[in-house]
């Protein structure tokens, strides 16, 4: 019974994983898709005075993109370690008791990890021990980098677009270059 628990928390961490991949590939792949068809019409010098009209719209869309798949994703990551703390904590739990001749204590001791952990709720003192591993903060951290790269290098991409490229062309942009 606490072999196939165990088996069934490890399937649970993988199915996590591929659930938060297939969100941040399919985010970056919109993203770049959606951004690269875009600049290139607006390359397209009959194109330009249309783009000016809906890149407003187009930035705030994306900022919305951006927010909607971190939402999701930090949920997930969150789930998956819901689940990593209870398999751990169940393991933990298996060396510390199996040895007991009182088989009720050690039910006891390993019926609070017997469950579906990243759908039920928990503790604030568990959820504490999620946020204090050094896991949680490197996934945090890989979650950030694959939403807030790709924006950086919109608004990097898009204040070079406006950078002159001759003395006359800077005073024609003037304050249009978003760095200065």
Request: with cysteine; proline share 4%; glycine share 8%.
């Amino acid at each position: 019974m606490v072999i196939g628990e165990i088996q069934g928390k490890d399937q649970a961490i993988h199915a996590y994983d591929q659930i938060l991949w297939t969100i941040r590939s399919g985010y970056l792949a919109i993203f770049f898709a959606a951004w690269g068809l875009l600049l290139s019409a607006y390359a397209d010098p009959d194109q330009q005075a249309t783009m000016e009209k809906v890149l407003p719209a187009l930035k705030s869309i994306t900022i919305g993109l951006t927010i909607g798949g971190f939402v999701v994703d930090l949920s997930y990551l969150y789930r998956k370690f819901r689940v990593i703390h209870d398999v751990t904590a169940l393991m933990r739990t298996v060396v510390d008791y199996s040895g007991l001749e009182d088989k009720e204590t050690f039910r006891r001791k390993i019926r609070p990890y017997m469950r579906i952990s990243g759908e039920i709720g928990i503790s604030a003192e568990i959820r504490m021990e999620i946020f204090r591993s050094l896991g949680w903060w490197l996934a945090l951290l890989a979650c950030l980098l694959v939403y807030l790269t790709p924006m950086f290098c919109l608004v990097v991409g898009l204040g070079l677009a406006n950078i002159p490229s001759s003395p006359e062309s800077a005073a024609a942009v003037g304050a249009a270059w978003p760095f200065s």
